[in-house]
C-alpha cells in the first residue's frame, strides 16, 4: 500500500496533518518567490535609471554620479 493510500483510508484528519507539513516549504517558497519579484523590480529600474540623460536626471533631481553609483549596485542590494 502506498503512502498516498494510507493517508486517504485512516480518515481526514491524516490529510490535515499532512498537508500542514508543506506550510513552513510553502511560506519560504512564496517568500523567495516575492524577494525575486522585488529584485527584478530593483533591477529593471536602476537599468531604465541608466539610460536616462543628465538632463532628464536633473529634471528630477538626481545627479548623474548618483544614478551611475545606483546603476552600480547589485540587483540583490
Do not use: C, Q
Not at 519579484?37 to 533631481?61: F, P, Q, Y
Request: avoid cysteine; glycine fraction near 10%.
Amino acid at each position: 500500500m502506498s503512502t498516498i493510500d494510507t493517508i486517504r483510508r485512516r480518515g481526514g484528519s491524516e490529510i490535515h496533518k499532512a498537508s500542514t507539513g508543506n506550510r513552513g516549504l510553502v511560506r519560504t517558497i512564496s517568500a523567495l518567490s516575492a524577494w525575486y519579484g522585488n529584485a527584478m523590480v530593483k533591477r529593471r529600474t536602476r537599468l531604465h535609471l541608466s539610460e536616462l540623460s543628465d538632463e532628464l536626471l536633473k529634471d528630477v533631481g538626481i545627479a548623474p554620479a548618483d544614478a551611475r553609483r545606483e546603476f552600480g549596485r547589485p540587483f540583490w542590494d
